[in-house]
């Protein structure tokens, strides 16, 4: 993630201030530990772990990152613009073989979807290789 954070301040998308930037990092870090969890129960082939994680942990975090969306204006993570909170939360979710997980929370649907719809992620999606089967 040092590498993406670097990154991202260096094309201005990891907030305006040292409060976004700390907002940012809130999001990416949940995100990430979300990541973490879910690849640890993945590698040691706990399928009662995975079906918690998807049943009661995904749903909670769903949840809380709503809220704060939703505290936050409603448009965007952090801010009045897109960051890479956003990008993170996007990829994230997206790679879900459940295309339905986001349905119970429609801001945060609304959100992935818009950056789905960023033209240059658009078209990224649309010519990358194929490498999740």
């Known amino acids: 993630m ?5 990154v991202a301040n260096e094309i201005g998308v990891a907030g305006r201030t040292n409060l976004e930037q700390a907002q940012v990092d809130e999001i990416i870090d949940c995100i990430q ?4 969890k879910k690849a640890a129960l993945f590698f040691a082939k ?4 995975l079906k918690d994680y998807m049943a009661v942990t995904i749903p909670t975090a769903l949840g809380q990152l709503e809220k704060r969306l ?3 204006g ?10 890479f909170a956003d990008l993170h939360l996007f990829n994230y979710f ?3 073989a459940d ?5 119970g929370f429609p801001k945060i649907k609304n959100l992935t979807d818009r950056v789905g719809n960023i033209p240059n992620i658009k078209a990224w999606l649309e010519s990358r290789p194929v490498t999740i089967r």
């Open 74 to 83: 409603g448009q965007f993570m952090v801010g009045d613009s897109f960051t």
């Open 94 to 96: 997206g790679e879900f």
């Open 2 to 6: 040092a590498c993406a954070r670097f």
């Open 99 to 103: 295309k339905n997980i986001l349905d």
């Open 33 to 36: 530990e979300l990541f973490s």
């Open 46 to 49: 706990d399928d009662e772990g």
């Open 70 to 72: 939703e505290a936050r």
